[in-house]
């Protein structure tokens, strides 16, 4: 975006005058013809010079607007302050205190942009707090004040906003970490430029990067063209865990799924899903290709006991494609020369680390984790030659290559035990049928999050939404995706 930015540097109109004119259209149609004062706060940078332009578009179209400018004429960058004398020689005033007042019709965020790099403080840091305050719709320009457009990190204190207007192309920061909370409803506007996307090494999650997988299956079909699915876990206490990630694994459309569980005498069948074949863990890892596994997933459930060591490095040392998850993850961090092994794998690898697994790999603590959610996937995805999806609000997907994607599917209600191992069960399930590794990750991290959208539209949450509820809704979308429904 910044790339583009500077390419259209003397664009004619002015890329602050497109900016500020797309915002004020947006306001427009929030305002919706409602009388009553329109408040926006003008920062110190460019932000505030879009935030002058609006004004002015605002104040022309007949509203009433109180600006107030938390800023030096003097001091602001040259296209701002073309914008703020603009603004007066139209005939506008400002005020450099808050307003008292509180009964706005809308208020504009025009404080701070994509470009801050520091903590909020002292009287910004108190008209943030205000802004906050205020009892009616608020429309961030750019980016909410006080969010980090790069990580969705809150430096300091940071505007919620109702509405969020991404100028030229979206933020990560927007997507991830605590970017969705701060957002509201985020709209993008171009301003007249044309993006070539296939230049951007981060993009969103949608169908169509995995379209090529969504075809319908033919008529003429048996079970053992769509893969077999090997899971392995369930230690004592923690069967249900393996189960999940099976019944996941079976309803998103793996031909045959097998259980491996180390608590092996506990259960000999799965009477809510008795289409799975519970097997001795040895037997499915070490059992030859053609008769029973085409992809292995080890995690749920495992346990970090030398059985469970042992059986994760068998699965490491298999042919077969695999996905890693819960306590495999947390073997290969108390066992580092698995890293290696995992690194040298010739099959495909997915690697699916919440943050606190994932600093455990990486040998740091959570927070730094989450301060560069992106860069902690990518050094991952690096370091072990894997696709890699983070988990949490904004998953991030990493490839070895470099190339990223933010995940906007999913919500609150996810925030719930089993939605991990359901999770892998769909990766598993989506490599046994033979997607390419990144089409898998990506596919199963988008239907994983749009199942619990449409279990919470349909009433089913957030608050007590379940894992064992997301496997269903999830096998809906696939098959409409797949024009199957």
């Given at each position: 975006m910044l790339a583009v930015e500077q390419g259209h540097a003397t664009?004619?109109?002015?890329?602050?005058?497109?900016?500020?004119?797309?915002a004020a259209q947006l306001a427009l149609t929030l305002l919706k013809d409602k009388p009553g004062e329109i408040l926006i706060a003008a920062g110190p940078g460019n932000n505030g010079g879009d935030a002058f332009v609006v004004a002015r578009l605002l104040r022309q179209a007949g509203h009433i607007v109180v600006l107030a400018f938390a800023?030096?004429?003097?001091?602001?960058?040259?296209?701002?302050?073309?914008?703020?004398?603009?603004?007066?020689?139209?005939?506008?005033?400002?005020?450099?205190?808050?307003?008292?007042?509180?009964?706005?019709?809308?208020v504009i965020d025009g404080l701070f942009g994509s470009g801050l790099a520091r903590a909020v403080e002292d009287h910004y840091a108190e008209w943030v707090a205000r802004l906050?305050?205020?009892?009616?719709?608020?429309?961030?320009?750019?980016?909410?004040?006080?969010?980090?457009?790069?990580?969705?990190?809150?430096?300091?204190?940071a505007v919620r906003a109702t509405h969020t207007a991404s100028f030229i192309a979206l933020k990560p920061g927007l997507l991830t970490l605590d970017g969705p909370d701060q957002c509201g409803i985020i709209s993008v506007h171009t301003l007249g430029l044309e993006i070539d996307a296939t230049a951007a090494r981060g993009l969103t999650v949608t169908p169509a990067l995995f379209a090529t997988q969504l075809k319908p299956r033919a008529k003429n079909s048996h079970k053992g063209l769509y893969g077999s699915a090997g899971i392995i876990g369930g230690a004592r206490g923690m069967v249900g865990a393996a189960l999940l990630a099976g019944r996941a694994a079976l309803k998103l459309g793996a031909g045959r799924v097998y259980i491996g569980l180390l608590d092996e005498p506990a259960l000999q069948v799965d009477p809510l899903q008795p289409e799975l074949m519970l097997r001795p863990p040895r037997e499915i890892i070490g059992a030859p290709l053609a008769q029973l596994a085409t992809?292995?997933?080890?995690?749920?459930?495992?346990?970090?006991r030398d059985?469970?060591?042992n059986l994760l490095r068998g699965a490491i040392a298999s042919p077969l494609p695999l996905v890693l998850d819960a306590d495999a993850l947390n073997l290969i961090t108390t066992h580092p020369i698995l890293t290696r092994h995992i690194a040298q794998r010739k099959a495909p690898t997915l690697l699916t680390p919440h943050p606190a697994e994932a600093a455990r790999l990486l040998g740091c603590v959570t927070q730094?984790?989450?301060?560069?959610?992106?860069?902690?996937?990518?050094?991952?995805?690096?370091?072990?030659?894997s696709a890699v999806v983070l988990k949490g609000c904004g998953s991030v997907i990493?490839?070895?290559?470099g190339r990223w994607f933010i995940n906007t599917t999913g919500n609150a209600g996810m925030a719930a035990s089993g939605q991990g191992d359901v999770l892998t069960g769909i990766a598993c399930?989506?490599?046994?049928?033979?997607?390419?590794?990144?089409?898998?990750?990506?596919?199963?991290?988008?239907?994983?999050?749009a199942a619990a959208d449409e279990c919470v539209a349909q009433g089913h949450g957030p608050i007590g939404l379940t894992a064992s509820e997301t496997i269903d809704a999830a096998r809906q979308c696939l098959n409409r995706w797949r024009g199957v429904s």
């Open positions: 664009a004619q109109p002015a890329l602050m005058e497109r900016a500020g004119a797309a800023g030096e004429a003097e001091k602001l960058p040259v296209d701002a302050r073309a914008a703020f004398d603009a603004w007066c020689a139209a005939g506008g005033s400002f005020t450099r205190n808050f307003p008292q007042k509180k009964n706005f019709t809308l906050n305050l205020l009892p009616c719709p608020m429309l961030s320009l750019d980016i909410p004040s006080g969010l980090d457009a790069d990580s969705g990190q809150i430096l300091g204190c992809c292995l997933a080890i995690g749920p459930g495992l346990s970090q059985a469970a060591l730094q984790v989450q301060d560069d959610r992106i860069g902690a996937a990518l050094e991952l995805a690096k370091r072990f030659k990493a490839l070895a290559d399930a989506l490599l046994a049928q033979g997607w390419h590794a990144e089409h898998a990750l990506l596919g199963a991290v988008h239907v994983h999050g």
